[in-house]
């Protein structure tokens, strides 16, 4: 592939292309087209690129935090005249409709706002006298160079959780995006690149694993937050913690929604089939069961039904689309052959969406997929599919509904359907995750919120986002100061 085809790394302020000339193909899923191709940068490279960072650190922890705040305004006044272009970029690369990816930069710039709060969510506090003439304090310094390591499903939010607080706590910063979705951040480091920041506080690396490895590794990186799947998740927390790291590190998950017989019954088929299909059901937060309570089952499920085939599959850009393809051919025959592992375990197809044929027969597509009969000990009940499948399960009470949330390996999300104050009171209350909706499809966390699951959802203490973000950034220092015959003294 020709040089400037292939995406180049933003180091130090400058774009510069990985002499590694091996470069892994980046291609459209809704036509299984090539766009661009995405370099896998030398150890080296990722190596100078640390060194860098951390020369730019010592200046700007200097830099005040009224100066710093002053480039995250500029930040997000880009990415708003920019909303359109990137949003293309994000459809482009990983199939997710037009309006999905306007949504997910619309969530991106939140956390540019909510990190200008910098000033006052990175205060500490102190004590004036703790005895005669001492005084205590608690003050919160950056840690240094931090990476950040992101999946392919929300190539501009997910980084955004964790990039806006790092540099404007006065940490320099390293993004290395999914290579399955480099374009998008490309685009957004071309308005990096006119902030006029000073070199080495925001970098972008390319790469796949070997890149992550050598950020994990390498003594000068002090932080890392990754996103992505349990599998990895687990690896990244224990090899970043052997070597020290201050460490974040978010994983899959299979959400459950609970419907109960009173709740509100166009609402609540609406909500649960966005839930489940939107972004293709590649959302961290997408619902993967529905358990239908008691009489809820008769109520809802043809409802369900008649909703999951009434929307439109395509190609993101093209109009009234509502849902895209799935991210690749291995993802999609990953999906296929777990819905066939299912079939010979008794579960049911309901809807069979693969193989959709006609316009959809070159990407990567698998309609809305609905599937019965299947219980908690069924493979496809416990695994995480990250596409377009919906199973439909059902239960007698809340309570065993809220016993197979809480026996589940994940715990990123869980949501009740009601009309009751006290069944949803009780739910929030039992329900072993980390974001709770009720009425709600989709609990994502606002960007003063944290976002982040429970069990094997996540590994660590601080989220991303918000006040967690601040406090994962930053480290905590105690002073205590004498200062005898102050009142005594003449000035
Ligand atoms: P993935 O785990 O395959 O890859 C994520 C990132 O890790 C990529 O940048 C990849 O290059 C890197 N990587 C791969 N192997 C690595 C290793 N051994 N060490 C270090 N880095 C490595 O995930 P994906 O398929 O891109 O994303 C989908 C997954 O992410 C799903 O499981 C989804 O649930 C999860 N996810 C979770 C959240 C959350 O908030 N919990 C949000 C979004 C996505």
């Avoid at 005040?64 to 994000?90: G, H, M, S």
């Avoid at 959780?161 to 480099?182: D, H, L, Q």
């Avoid at 439909?392 to 949330?405: C, F, P, S, W």
Wanted: with cysteine; charged share 20%; net charge neutral.
């Amino acid at each position: 592939m020709p040089e400037q085809e292939i995406l180049r790394n933003y180091i130090n302020g400058k774009w510069t292309h990985s002499k590694q000339k091996d470069a892994l193909e980046v291609k459209n899923p809704a036509f299984d087209e090539i766009i661009s191709s995405v370099p896998l940068t030398t150890n080296n490279e990722v190596s100078a690129a640390i060194e860098d960072a951390n020369k730019a650190f010592s200046e700007w922890r200097r830099t005040p935090v009224v100066k710093r705040i002053q480039y995250l305004f500029k930040f997000k006044d880009l990415l708003e005249n920019n909303l359109d272009d990137i949003a293309r970029t994000i459809t482009r690369e990983s199939g997710k409709t037009f309006a999905e990816s306007q949504g997910e930069l619309r969530r991106a710039i939140e956390n540019v706002e909510v990190a200008c709060g910098a000033p006052i969510l990175s205060q500490g506090y102190n004590n004036e006298d703790i005895a005669n003439g001492i005084d205590e304090m608690m003050i919160r310094q950056p840690l240094g160079v931090t990476a950040i390591i992101s999946p392919f499903n929300f190539p501009a939010m997910i980084p955004f959780w964790f990039m806006p607080y790092a540099i404007v706590t006065g940490n320099t910063c390293i993004v290395k995006p999914s290579e399955r979705v480099p374009n998008t951040m490309d685009k957004i480091f071309k308005l990096v690149d006119q902030l006029d920041l000073p070199p080495g506080v925001l970098n972008m690396v390319h790469g796949d694993q070997q890149v992550a490895e050598t950020l994990i590794q390498n003594p000068l990186v002090q932080s890392i937050s990754f996103v992505g799947s349990t599998h990895v998740a687990k690896k990244v927390y224990a090899n970043a913690a052997a070597h020290g790291k201050r460490v974040q590190a978010s994983g899959g998950a299979k959400n459950p929604l609970i419907i109960l017989p009173d709740a509100d019954p166009e609402m609540t088929s609406k909500i649960v089939i966005d839930s489940a299909f939107g972004c293709a059901g590649q959302r961290c937060l997408a619902a993967s069961i529905a358990i239908t309570v008691g009489d809820a089952k008769n109520k809802f499920r043809d409802a369900l039904c008649d909703q999951a085939n009434s929307l439109k599959v395509g190609y993101g850009l093209d109009q009234g689309v509502q849902m895209g393809p799935v991210i690749s051919n291995t993802s999609k025959n990953r999906i296929h052959s777990l819905i066939d592992e299912g079939k010979k375990e008794g579960v049911t197809v309901t809807i069979d969406g693969r193989n959709p044929g006609g316009d959809l027969k070159n990407g990567y597509f698998i309609k809305p997929t609905i599937l019965e009969d299947i219980n908690p000990s069924h493979k496809l009940a416990k695994t995480e599919i990250f596409g377009p499948v919906l199973s439909l399960m059902h239960v007698k009470t809340v309570n065993d509904a809220i016993e197979i949330i809480n026996n589940g390996q994940y715990g990123n999300m869980a949501c009740l359907f009601t009309s009751s104050g006290s069944a949803a009171r009780k739910f929030r209350y039992e329900a072993n995750a980390g974001n709770i909706g009720i009425n709600i499809g989709v609990a994502a966390p606002m960007a003063f919120f944290p976002f982040g699951g429970w069990k094997d959802s996540f590994f660590g203490d601080l989220h991303g986002q918000g006040r967690n973000a601040f406090e994962f950034f930053t480290r905590q220092k105690v002073v205590i100061e004498r200062w005898p015959n102050v009142w005594s003294r003449k000035f």
